[in-house]
C-alpha cells in the first residue's frame, strides 16, 4: 500500500472514532433527560390524584379538604420502578414526593433526584441534582 492510502485509513478510523464517541455522549445526555421527563411526569400525575382526592367529599371516598387517606396508585411508588425510586409521605396539610432516579445528575456524582411539595395552594418542586 501505498503511504497515502495508509494515512487515509488512519483518517477514516479517527472520523469513525470521534463519530462513536459523539454518539455515545449524546445518548447519555438524551438517557438522563428522559429520566429527568419521566419523574417529573409521575410527580405531576400524583399531584393530580392528591389534588383531586383533597377536593373530593368524604362522602364521595375524599379527603373533604384533607390530603390524610390519600394514596398513590401503586404503580407510580414505592418498589423499584423502571426509572428509579418514588416515595410518598402524606399528612393532612400537604403531600410529600421523593423521586430518585438510576442515573448520574448534573453533578457527577449522585443521582438524579427531586422533592415535591403538594398543597391546595400548588406544588413547589426542589432538584436536587
Known sequence: MGQQQLLLIILGVIIVGIAVVVGINM??????????????????????????????????????????????????????????????????????VNARGTDIGDDGANVIRYRADIRMSGITLTKFN
Do not use: W
Open 27 to 96: 445518548f447519555t445526555a438524551q438517557s438522563k433527560e428522559s429520566q429527568r421527563d419521566e419523574l417529573l411526569n409521575r410527580i405531576n400525575t400524583i399531584a393530580d390524584f392528591a389534588i383531586a382526592y383533597n377536593k373530593r367529599p368524604t362522602e364521595m371516598g375524599g379527603g373533604g379538604g384533607s390530603f390524610l387517606g390519600f394514596s398513590a396508585p401503586s404503580n407510580l411508588i414505592g418498589r423499584r420502578i423502571d426509572v428509579g425510586r418514588i416515595n410518598v409521605n402524606v399528612n393532612a396539610n400537604r403531600v410529600r
